[in-house]
């Protein structure tokens, strides 16, 4: 009897891990099974270099969605990724336990903050200061990256916070006994002790950045051009499935799933990087 | 407790930013018509920048008290995503549908034009603007925005109605036939729309009636309908099948809403009773078996901010507006 129940949840534990394996295979396949057709039909370079991208008019190419989304997740890096080291720098090695207690639950509250409320914020916030600096709508490429550099934060500093405690104290001690000050034990002992660690939570707010849609959408101006600056409108990959999904209809819908497409293949080089620097680490 | 605390923390930081946010607002100032004035406005406007909250209404009032006829900004051009409804109805009638190269029509919106997907998106938008301009469907017009005359004509169900007021678009329902009169319900449903009582539902949503006389009576069918189509339709199409159901109890009525396109194509392929559309039919869809049909007709409002002076503006401007021949309110006629 006891056996039976043994192999009957055994049996259950193996149904569940296969429901999300599943999932995943499911959603590979629809996609690509959708998406690949439509690509073809379209032309492989018409559609991932062609610049122009009027679906009413025939016209199917993806590549300035490439390039914005690229760009966007640039800025993003380039404004979250130094704050975020720097903020987990000081949480683990500078911050007085007083102000750790306000300083984890807000990064905590950062992370859970849903993001179209980021977006609304980008909205009635940053919009309106970029367009009273540079003019124009507000809505741009660099209003974009600062909003997703922001939303990249939680993601980053928990990551490096983690990785920098995991360091072995003897590392910070044995820097200090050879007479270095508390800033050079930090900087050049214990952050490149920490480095894989670093390099996933930058791989990881990549991920974020690329994949954000909602928050995008309100900021970016969602132009279909090659941005001319940073104050150019952009519109990245998951925008341009959003935006046009409700009316999309034939080959127009099925190019919105080619771009999906895209985007998956993005997130899996993601994915794999971070896998194999895992296994580095390891 | 802990988080008590955060949220405060958060919420006077959110405040700073806000402020500082507002009193950096590029109010706009405008150049005058006349242009010795133009440069005392033009030395005004670092100063405006510069201003901290307490003395930005001050600006604010400033700007008031001076009538001006034109700002003097760069055009902030807000449109719908392609193959939506409105763009469509929009480009058609202002003639931003040109013949490209290879002589084919081609939507010439130009390529910098900010892109939102939403009626209220685009009124957000153009409210937050100074310098946007922007389109919308008369029936969600609001006081957030303000509707500017075209070629000297006001936006409104009168205008629309006598055909002074030309940016209007009708709504559409289509069938096959053959399939209506197979389905006692539909008949009846169709019936019921372009009945007074029907018609009262659409005026009373915003929208511009058609001209009719005859009176519905309910006649007890029973049945289901099937009605697929247009996003903008969608919602009157909504409140019309609630207001038969109530009449018919026997009825069961489906509307989905996935755009013109796709509702024709539906009714087409005979995957639904009713086809709705936003815009007039092709030919070719005529001539595939769609009998259509006139429900309502739709103005489509030119919007600008509350702030900016502009009261008139003419198809021609619009047109050079969205394909980008004009860039700066001041060249404006």
Redo the contacts between chains.
């Keep these: 009897m006891q056996k039976a129940i043994e192999h009957i949840m055994h049996a259950l534990f193996l149904i569940c891990a296969c429901v999300s394996i599943l999932a995943v295979v499911l959603i590979c396949v629809y996609l690509f099974a959708t998406g690949v057709p439509a690509m073809s039909e379209i032309g492989f370079t018409d559609f991932l270099f062609g610049q122009k991208?009027?679906?009413?008019?025939g016209y199917y190419g993806i590549f300035p969605m490439i390039i914005g989304s690229i760009l966007v997740t640039g800025i993003a890096v380039l404004i979250g990724v130094p704050i975020g080291i720097l903020c987990a720098v000081f949480m683990s090695h500078y911050c007085p336990a007083g102000l750790y207690?306000?300083v984890k639950?807000?990064v905590n509250?950062l992370a859970g903050i849903p993001s179209i409320v980021y977006g609304f914020?980008g909205?009635?916030?940053?919009?309106?200061?970029m367009?009273?600096?540079f003019?124009?709508?507000?809505?741009s490429l660099l209003t974009a990256g600062i909003l997703l550099g922001i939303m990249i934060l939680p993601t980053v500093i928990k990551t490096t916070e983690a990785s920098l405690n995991a360091v072995p104290k003897s590392y910070y001690e044995g820097a200090l006994a050879l007479g270095a000050t508390h800033e050079r034990s930090v900087f050049f002992a214990s952050l490149p002790a920490a480095k894989s660690g670093i390099l996933a939570a930058i791989i990881l707010g990549v991920g974020r950045a690329i994949g954000e849609t909602m928050a995008v959408?309100l900021v970016a101006?969602?132009?279909?051009?090659l941005p001319e600056n940073i104050t150019?409108?952009v519109?990245t990959m998951t925008s341009n499935i959003?935006?046009?999904m409700?009316?999309?209809?034939g080959l127009?819908r099925d190019a919105l799933i080619a771009t999906a497409v895209v985007l998956f293949v993005f997130i899996l080089i993601i994915n794999l990087c971070f896998s194999v620097l895992k296994r580095r680490k390891d | 407790m802990?988080?008590t605390?955060?949220?405060s923390?958060?919420t006077a930081a959110?405040l700073a930013?806000?402020a500082?946010?507002?009193c950096?607002?590029?109010n706009g100032s405008s150049g005058s018509s006349s242009p010795s004035s133009s440069s005392s406005s033009d030395s005004s406007t670092p100063a405006a920048?510069n201003s901290s909250a307490a003395d930005s209404s001050s600006s604010a009032d400033e700007n008031s008290s001076t009538p001006a006829t034109k700002l003097d900004?760069?055009i902030?051009v807000?449109s719908r995503?392609?193959?939506?409804?409105t763009r469509?109805a929009f480009v058609e009638l202002m003639g931003i549908e040109q013949k490209?190269e290879a002589g084919?029509?081609?939507?010439m919106t130009r390529?910098?034009?900010?892109?939102?997907?939403s009626t209220n998106g685009v009124m957000?938008?153009v409210a937050?603007?100074v310098?946007?301009i922007g389109y919308i469907s008369l029936g969600s017009l609001n006081d957030t925005v303000k509707a500017v005359d075209v070629n000297g004509v006001e936006v409104s169900v009168d205008n629309i109605k006598s055909g002074e007021y030309m940016v209007a678009r009708p709504f559409m329902i289509c069938y096959q036939q053959a399939k209506l009169d197979a389905n006692a319900a539909a008949t009846d449903f169709v019936k019921y729309i372009e009945s007074v009582e029907g018609q009262a539902i659409i005026s009373d949503n915003g929208y511009i009636a058609i001209d009719t006389t005859d009176n519905y009576t309910a006649s007890g069918v029973s049945g289901a309908i099937s009605l697929n189509g247009s996003?903008s339709v969608g919602p009157v199409m909504e409140k019309l099948a609630e207001a038969y159901k109530a009449l018919n109890p026997d009825v069961s009525i489906d509307v989905q809403q996935?755009?013109?396109?796709?509702g024709i194509?539906a009714a087409t392929e005979g995957t639904c009773d009713i086809g709705m559309s936003s815009r007039e039919l092709k030919q070719e869809e005529i001539d595939a078996g769609l009998t259509p049909l006139k429900i309502a007709d739709d103005g489509i409002a030119v919007i600008v901010n509350l702030e900016n002076p502009i009261e008139d503006i003419s198809s021609d401007e619009i047109m050079k507006i969205y394909t980008g021949e004009i860039n700066n309110w001041s060249e404006l006629a």
């Design positions: 991208w009027k679906p009413s008019s207690r306000f639950p807000a509250l914020f909205l009635m916030v940053i919009v309106p200061i367009k009273s600096i003019g124009g709508s507000g809505k959408i101006g969602n132009q279909t051009i150019s409108g519109r959003v935006i046009e409700g009316y999309a209809t127009h | 802990k988080i605390r955060t949220l923390l958060g959110l930013i806000a500082l946010a507002g950096s607002n590029d920048n900004t760069e902030t807000v995503e392609d193959e939506s409804g469509g490209n084919e029509k081609e939507d390529g910098d034009a900010e892109i939102i997907n957000m938008s937050g603007n310098d946007a996003t996935t755009g013109s396109g796709a194509t």
